[in-house]
């Protein structure tokens, strides 16, 4: 049985990102739990918890990635069986919250699906979640539980400031993104860039405008995700198209759907940064430039923060380049 300070703790994983959640646990300093998870011949899931849990902090590791309803039912039906198993808390970190591209109605007669699993997670049991990096922050408004927000720009962020970079410009991919840029600029000690675009249709993107000054300049785009890649190959090719002399990309979750690989290796991009909040199978690793990064540090000491009863909000701190 696990301790910590004195608390009952335990952590499982479930077949999204495995890798992660052995970092965290190793980081925590506590072995992973045992569970199984198999699914019947006409596909429904079936959960299998092989040790007690009675009394327990639980924590649970669970991106909603692809195969984002796959990972969704894992997810509700490990709760449920942790709630009958009689554990004292059931906290769930998702390092991606699957569905979150769907917060409001951008038309008649569309659903809020992030509202939706929102209630589903708290239907099943969950008393916390814990995320990195939501779509959209009002995401937090549709539970009732608490939910911590984590941010990953610190670590794209010292990863950068060790790079050396000189004559850095921060991209924003779109105005949605100018807060995450603006921050990262700040911690960078740099200008930065508003890329100006418009939608005709969802995953394809059309350049209208760069605001900023880019030419001759090392440029840095940063987003929360990377789905498809149709809006990041246009960027970098109208950044190059522009004048900037070397394009980097960052982001917080490589979702890299479709055709994403093949676009990334067809542009002219120096470097791509992401985190582990996703697990990588061997052909989206195949990206020219690509480095990863662990949030495993960033999410332990958050689950040591909560044992503790210890605000999470001294995890997010921003240092300008040079201090």
Known sequence: MATIHGKKIKIFSLNSNQILAQEIADYIGIPLSNCKVNKF???????????????????????????VN???????????ALKRASAD????????????????????????????????????????LMCLDLHADQIQGFFDIPID??????????????????????VAPDHGGTTRARKLAMVLDAPMAIVDKRRPRPNVAEVMNVIGDIEEKNCIIIDDMIDTAGTLSVVVKTLKERGAKTVRACCTHALLSGAAVERLNSVPLEQLVVTNTTQLTPEKRNIQGLVILSVASLLGRGILNIIDDKPVSDLFVYTKAGK
């Open 149 to 170: 927000n984590f941010l990953a720009l610190p670590i794209l962020a010292e990863y950068f400031v060790k790079e050396k970079i000189e004559d850095i410009v921060v």
């Open 70 to 80: 796959d990972n969704y039912m894992e997810l509700l039906i490990m709760i449920d």
């Open 89 to 128: 808390q059931i906290n769930i970190i998702m390092p991606y919250y699957g569905y979150s591209r769907q917060d409001r109605k951008a038309a008649p007669r569309q659903p809020i699906s992030a509202k939706l699993m929102a209630d589903l997670l708290q239907t099943a049991g969950a008393n916390r």
């Open 41 to 67: 011949s006409d596909g429904e899931v079936q959960v299998n918890i092989e040790e007690t849990v009675r009394g327990h902090i639980v924590f649970v590791v669970q991106s909603t990635n692809s195969p």
